[in-house]
């Protein structure tokens, strides 16, 4: 009996180190911390661009553009002469920016035969026009390696910012409140740089868009014939 005794004390004692080193290699359970969630900020929508008041004019235009789909899906640009307006749309026909243009010297809605092979010296006061009409604008580059918006290459007519070292106030008479001093190009079509770089660029940019100039002196209708389908009572809405 002391022998049994003595043999199981013997197998306890070899029994117990490895009881020990299995319950040493077991991981102690720390104690679990629980982080706080933060709350994620929630992104503020940004308020939709709003028009401002449009001319009879500009809003038979855009209205004819957004329910007949005449810009293909391609951005566009109504410049309102007669205002000396831009009004910018997405290729779906939401308004995104609008504001000052400076615009040709002489009032008028044709280009000059000619006038696009002319140096700026050689281009008399009366062709200092910007034509009315529909165009299709791309973006290429003009003298001094610059890249401009071409609305009509031919005629040298693009849409670009003020140029620098213009000796004719243009920043100024931009900011005017006034319409007749907006009339300083040589038919060109100067837009602020904010609508130039933040809106037109990169839409314009990779297909070009439509650009519709309002006339100042012909008929809108002259200017758009499809106008004539849509009398002047169908505009108010």
Known sequence: MAKVLGALAGLALMISPLATEDASAAPAKSASTKKKSVPRK???PSKPFELPPLSIAAQRVTNWVAESGDNQ????IVIDKPAATILVYDAGGKPVASGPVLIGIAEGDDATPGVGTKNLSEIGPAEKTTPAGRFLAKFGKAAGNTKVLWVDYAT????????AGNKENRTKRML??????????????NVPKAIYGGKIAPMFGKKGGYVYI??????LE????PLHARPLAETAR
């Open 42 to 44: 929630q992104a503020i």
């Open 73 to 76: 899906a391609l951005p566009y």
């Open 156 to 163: 040298s007519v693009a849409i670009h910012t003020i140029p």
């Open 176 to 189: 005017s409140p006034a319409i007749d001093d907006n009339r300083v190009t040589f038919g060109c079509i």
């Open 214 to 219: 309002l006339p100042d002196t012909k008929s």
């Open 222 to 225: 002259a200017a758009f014939p």
